[in-house]
C-alpha cells in the first residue's frame, strides 16, 4: 500500500529535550515536504526536500532542522523544543516538482506537546 | 502574512444542504487550486483542483467555482451528507510546484444528520 509512515503519532516532550519524528514514503516520491497545522493558521511549510541531499527553508523553520540522507526518508529535528513548536505535525510527499494536477500524499500526522 | 485567504472557519448544514467554502488569493502566479479534505485523527488527501483557464470543475457532489478576475475560488458540496463533515484546506501554488504549496486557514465543516 502506498502510504507516507510519520512515527511517533503522539509524543509528550519537556522544553529543550532533543526530539527527532521519522517520515518514511514508499512511493519513491522526489519531494517531501514538513507541515505544522495550528488552529486558526492552516498549514504551514516547516522545511521542503527535492532530493536526497536537497533541502530547503518553507514559512516557518525556525526551531527546525531537517536531513534527507535516503529518498524515502525525511526526519524532523526539534534540538531544542519549546511550548510554542507544540503543534500537530504533517510529512507530505510527492513525484515530481508538482506540476499541475500532481497529488500531495500526507501522513497521518504527530501531535506533539511540549511542556 | 496569509496569502490564501478562507472563509468561514466553520460551517454547519442541514444533511442535503449545499455547503459552501471560498478563498481568495493574491499572487497572481498561482496556476494550481486544489482542495483538501481532512477527517480526525488522518492526513489531508487531495480532493478536487483547478486550473486557472477555466472557471468549473465538477466531481460527484463536489464543484470548484474559480474566478481569475476577483483571484476568488470557492468549493460547493451539493447534497451535503454527515459523511462530509471534515475540515476542508483550500490551497494554491505556482510555477514552483508542490513544495510551495500554500495552504488556507481551513473551514471546519458539520453535516447535521
Known amino acids: 500500500e502506498a502510504q507516507v509512515t510519520q512515527n511517533p503519532r503522539y509524543l509528550i516532550t519537556v522544553t529543550g529535550k532533543k526530539l527527532t519524528v521519522t517520515c518514511s514514503q514508499n512511493m519513491n516520491h522526489e519531494y517531501m515536504s514538513w507541515y505544522r497545522q495550528d488552529p486558526g493558521l492552516g498549514l504551514r511549510q516547516i522545511y521542503y526536500s527535492m532530493n536526497v541531499e536537497v533541502t530547503d527553508k518553507g514559512d516557518v523553520p525556525e526551531g527546525y532542522k531537517v536531513s534527507r540522507k535516503e529518498k524515502r526518508n525525511f526526519p524532523l529535528i526539534l534540538e531544542s523544543p519549546s511550548p510554542n513548536q507544540t503543534s500537530l505535525y504533517f510529512c507530505a510527499s510527492t513525484p515530481d516538482r508538482g506540476q499541475w494536477g500532481t497529488e500531495a500524499f500526507f501522513g497521518q500526522g504527530t501531535r506533539l506537546t511540549v511542556v | 502574512q496569509q496569502q490564501v485567504k478562507q472563509s468561514p472557519q466553520s460551517l454547519i448544514v442541514q444533511k442535503g444542504g449545499i455547503s459552501i467554502i471560498n478563498c481568495a488569493y493574491e499572487n497572481t502566479a498561482f496556476d494550481y487550486f486544489p482542495w483538501y479534505q481532512q477527517f480526525p485523527g488522518k492526513g489531508p488527501a487531495l480532493l478536487i483542483a483547478?486550473?486557472?483557464?477555466?472557471s468549473e470543475k465538477k466531481e460527484g457532489r463536489f464543484t470548484i467555482s474559480f474566478n481569475k478576475s476577483a483571484k476568488q475560488f470557492s468549493l460547493h458540496i451539493m447534497d451535503s451528507q454527515p459523511g462530509d463533515s471534515a475540515t476542508y484546506f483550500c490551497a494554491a501554488s505556482g510555477d514552483t510546484g508542490f513544495q510551495k504549496l500554500v495552504f488556507g486557514t481551513g473551514t471546519r465543516l458539520l453535516v447535521s444528520p
Open positions: 483547478i486550473r486557472p483557464d477555466v
